[in-house]
């Protein structure tokens, strides 16, 4: 018996992912029974989560420091004149770039769960989770780096803004 399943759309299925109902839980969780890592399949299931876990940590960490960044700058904004100088422009683009920069980091933290058809194939499940944790690094480097150029650029516009540039 073949079964057809309706596709949803884009963003309902993005927006459901992960969550089941009536029998596709059921498939679910015997998929997830189904593939116990084999013995020597154990390393590399716990290492792709422990860095997956790592890059959570650093991402929230950062969003912490952009948060910091970002009130700084709109407080720094806040207090200087009304008139666009060199130094209130480069604060407006660290305030941008750690807006950024924090964007970046909540697209690391972004929840990604297993999908029942990953579940057929071990190496599959680990190549998937291995191409989450690329992206997430890449994300979460990218951030970083912006990170450092708004906080950069919020000191060298305040400097400027007191003329001592």
């Not at 839980?25 to 084999?38: D, G, K, S, Y």
């Not at 951030?143 to 803004?161: E, H, N, P, R, Y």
Request: proline share 2%; charged share 20%; glycine share 4%.
């Amino acid at each position: 018996m073949v079964v057809v399943r309706r596709r949803r759309p884009r963003l309902y299925a993005w927006l459901l992912e992960g969550t089941y109902r009536g029998d596709d839980r059921r498939r679910h969780l015997i998929a997830m029974r189904r593939l116990q890592p084999h013995e020597d399949e154990v390393y590399e299931h716990e290492q792709l989560y422990s860095c997956l876990s790592i890059l959570d940590g650093k991402a929230i960490g950062l969003l912490t420091y952009d948060s910091i960044v970002l009130a700084a700058t709109s407080l720094v904004l806040s207090i200087f004149p009304r008139n666009i100088t060199v130094g209130s422009v480069l604060v407006f683009i660290a305030l941008v770039l750690s807006g950024v920069a924090a964007s970046l980091s909540l697209y690391v933290i972004w929840i990604f769960w297993t999908e029942t058809s990953d579940f057929e194939s071990a190496q599959d499940l680990f190549i998937q989770l291995l191409d989450v944790r690329t992206r997430r690094t890449i994300a979460y480097r990218l951030a970083w780096v912006t990170s450092q150029m708004a906080m950069f650029l919020l000191i060298v516009g305040v400097l400027f803004q007191r003329r001592l540039f």
